[in-house]
């Protein structure tokens, strides 16, 4: 873990048992899977590198083999669970709490409005508190993609 980094502490806080469901969904070796919590947007989910890693040219081979297959089957749970016709998938780690390599998963909906498709879909991140996601919403939902995923990967 490198001073400052939010994401690393958040690992911890899995590490040791003490992460709510939606910021534990799913962990690998190598990636956790969470829902994102500052969001009004349902099915914003989150894969993160578990070491530190700045940018995705750090990452190992290990975690990168696991990386593409993981994408896949997060993004085949979320269409099953909400029925979406794709996810977006985004890696920035610009913010200065988290430089940490974490992939966006975004479900999107063929009903959502066209101004917010693409990078629209940004608009639902970072919201204000009293706008985001309750943590019952989010881990009700995270149960469901927590069956999909264990179901996906043999595990369940």
Known sequence: MTKLCHTCELIKTRDDGNAPLWD???RTNYWDVVHCNATSYLGWLILVVRRHVPDVAGLNPEESAELGPLIQQVSQALKEETGCIKTYVVQFAESP???HVHF???P???DHPKEDIALGMFK???VPENERLSDEEMNIFAQSIQ???K???GNS
Request: glycine fraction near 4%; charge should be positive.
């Open 24 to 26: 534990n969904i799913y």
């Open 97 to 99: 709490n988290h430089q």
């Open 104 to 106: 966006h998963i975004i």
């Open 108 to 110: 999107r909906m063929a």
């Open 124 to 126: 639902y991140l970072g």
């Open 147 to 149: 069956f999909r995923l």
């Open 151 to 153: 179901t996906m990967r």
